[in-house]
C-alpha cells in the first residue's frame, strides 16, 4: 500500500494527533502549548499558526471526532469524512511549497488551524476510502493500550502500534506465560 506524499504526511499527522488523547494509563499528551508546539515541530502545517490557547483548545476539541475513524468501517466512515470536509469548508486546491510537488490542500492558508487540520484528516482519508484500504486503519492489539496506527506492512499484518513498545512487550508476555504453563 503506497500513498502519495500528501496523505502519508497527513494520516501519520492525525495518527500522531489521536495518540495525543488520554488512554489507559496514558496521559491526555497535548494540554500545553509547550506540547502543541513538540506536535507541530514533527507534524508541520503550513499558514497562519497562532500558537495561542483558543487554537489549542479548538485543536483538542476535533481529537474526539478524528478518533471515531478508528471505531468505525469504510462504509460508516464516509459520513464522518463528508461531515468533517463540509463543516471544514473544503475547498481542494493544488498547490506546490517546500520543495514538494504538486499536492491538494484542502483549505487556505488562513483557515483556522484546527479546521486546516480536520480537513487534512479527511482528505487522507478520502484516499483510505478511495482505495479500499481502509482495513489497515488499526487500533493496537496490545490488551493495555489502545494507540492507533495505519498498517503499511506489505501484507497487512502488523498488530502493534509504534508509539510504545507494545509488540516486545506482548511477545514477553505471550512467552513468559507459555513458560509458566510448561513448568507448572
Given at each position: 500500500m503506497?500513498?502519495i506524499?500528501d496523505?502519508?504526511?497527513?494520516?501519520?499527522?492525525v495518527?500522531?494527533?489521536?495518540n495525543?488523547?488520554?488512554?489507559?494509563?496514558?496521559?491526555?499528551?497535548?494540554?500545553?502549548?509547550?506540547?502543541?508546539?513538540?506536535?507541530?515541530?514533527?507534524?508541520?502545517?503550513?499558514?497562519?499558526?497562532?500558537?495561542?490557547?483558543?487554537?489549542l483548545?479548538?485543536?483538542?476539541?476535533?481529537?474526539?471526532?478524528?478518533?471515531?475513524?478508528?471505531?468505525v468501517?469504510?462504509?460508516?466512515?464516509?459520513p464522518?469524512?463528508?461531515?468533517?470536509?463540509?463543516?471544514?469548508?473544503?475547498?481542494?486546491?493544488?498547490?506546490?511549497h517546500?520543495?514538494?510537488d504538486?499536492h491538494?490542500?484542502?483549505?487556505?492558508?488562513?483557515?483556522?488551524?484546527a479546521t486546516?487540520?480536520?480537513?487534512e484528516?479527511?482528505?487522507?482519508?478520502v484516499d483510505v476510502?478511495?482505495?479500499?484500504?481502509?482495513?489497515?486503519?488499526?487500533?493496537c492489539s496490545?490488551?493495555?493500550?489502545?494507540?492507533v496506527?495505519?498498517?503499511?506492512?506489505?501484507?497487512?499484518s502488523?498488530?502493534?502500534?509504534?508509539?510504545?513498545?507494545?509488540?516486545n512487550?506482548?511477545?514477553v508476555?505471550?512467552?513468559?506465560?507459555?513458560?509458566?504453563?510448561?513448568?507448572?
Open positions: 503506497v500513498f506524499h496523505t502519508a504526511r497527513s494520516l501519520a499527522a495518527v500522531d494527533l489521536v495525543t488523547l488520554p488512554g489507559h494509563d496514558d496521559p491526555d499528551r497535548l494540554t500545553t502549548l509547550a506540547e502543541l508546539d513538540v506536535y507541530l515541530e514533527a507534524n508541520p502545517y503550513t499558514g497562519r499558526i497562532r500558537r495561542t490557547q483558543a487554537e483548545d479548538a485543536i483538542r476539541d476535533i481529537r474526539p471526532r478524528v478518533r471515531r475513524l478508528w471505531d468501517g469504510r462504509d460508516d466512515a464516509v464522518l469524512v463528508n461531515a468533517m470536509l463540509r463543516d471544514g469548508g473544503a475547498l481542494p486546491q493544488l498547490t506546490t517546500d520543495g514538494y504538486w491538494i490542500h484542502g483549505t487556505s492558508d488562513d483557515a483556522p488551524l486546516r487540520m480536520l480537513v484528516a479527511a482528505m487522507a482519508f476510502i478511495r482505495s479500499d484500504e481502509y482495513g489497515r486503519v488499526r487500533v496490545a490488551d493495555d493500550c489502545d494507540a496506527y495505519i498498517d503499511y506492512s506489505r501484507n497487512g502488523k498488530r502493534y502500534c509504534d508509539t510504545g513498545n507494545c509488540g512487550r506482548m511477545n508476555n505471550a512467552y513468559r506465560a507459555r513458560k509458566a504453563r510448561e513448568t507448572a
